[in-house]
């Protein structure tokens, strides 16, 4: 793999795990109100001041990194393509689902089920389902991910990533 073309896959891997972590804070934090990030700890409950005060600090940082990592990301994919890396859409979309997929993955082991700071759903009794939903969301979006990333652009066709 030429380094462009790697440059072009961690960017595009990146932007996908920012643009996860944006749709898991925006959607579920915050439209939803199903979890913030410290719900499940029993010392930050959503429903006081200080309880809301600790989660909306917590998803402010979180929102910090997964901002971070999809200006790298993009920073990443268009150096690449700014340096003559040609790619088709699809590549660039597939790696964004397999980077979502894998922040899905990660953050589901990691936050629901071995530290166990929040669940998918803190609102309800059993969020076991919610949380092994989002793991299988999370593995569908990497197989479609990389299913798409695979493909190759032709030399000769008209592709995004031409030089800017």
Known sequence: MQARERQ???????????????VDGIVLHQLLQWHHLL????????GTVAGLEANT???????VATWIAAVAGLFLVVSAARAGHRFLMGQLVGLLL????AFNLVEGIVDHHVLT????????GAPLGWDLAFLALGAVLVAVGLALSRRRAPAAATIAGGPC
Request: without cysteine; hydrophobic residues 45%.
């Open 39 to 46: 719900t499940a700890t029993g010392d930050h409950p959503a």
């Open 8 to 22: 072009f896959t961690r960017g595009g891997f990146l932007l996908g795990i920012g643009l996860g972590g944006f």
């Open 98 to 101: 397999m980077g979502w997929g």
């Open 117 to 124: 700071i929040h669940h998918v759903r803190d609102d309800v």
């Open 57 to 63: 600090l917590a998803d402010g940082l979180f929102h």
